[in-house]
């Protein structure tokens, strides 16, 4: 049987790490893959969304994922906010790699820029970072 190298799910990865330390820094929107919602059914207007967005092997035992993290905050909210909690997940990001083993490297990709939420108006904010995980 021929030995295969699998590698760990990227945005579950930082999915995960993000849900875990958020909330140590005041920070306790929710964080997924997908847009939440609310008990109503309704799309949710404040959240943290990780996406995978392209990547490659970079060797033959480590992956190089791209991800997108947006931050959005409902319409009613002070853009400031939105961009405090943007920096803040851009210093988290750049620390993965001592909290999460799986993790060798974060390079940032794309600094967070400012955006408006097509649907509500909502200020949001995205950036974008470059993963390397090693394959078990």
Known sequence: MTDIILFDDPEALVVAYLRDVLPGYGITLPVGTAVPRTP????????????????????????????VIEV??????????????????????????????????????????PRTHPVTGAPSYSQSHAITTRGL
């Open 72 to 113: 959005h905050y409902g319409i009613d909210d002070d853009s400031t906010v939105a961009s405090r909690a943007a920096s803040l997940i851009r210093g988290l990001m750049a620390a993965m790699p001592r909290h999460t083993p799986a993790v060798r490297q974060v390079r940032e990709v794309g600094r967070p820029v």
């Open 40 to 67: 109503e059914g309704k799309p949710a207007s404040q959240y943290v969304r990780v996406l995978l967005t392209g990547g490659s092997t970079t060797s033959p035992v480590t992956d190089e994922s791209l991800i």
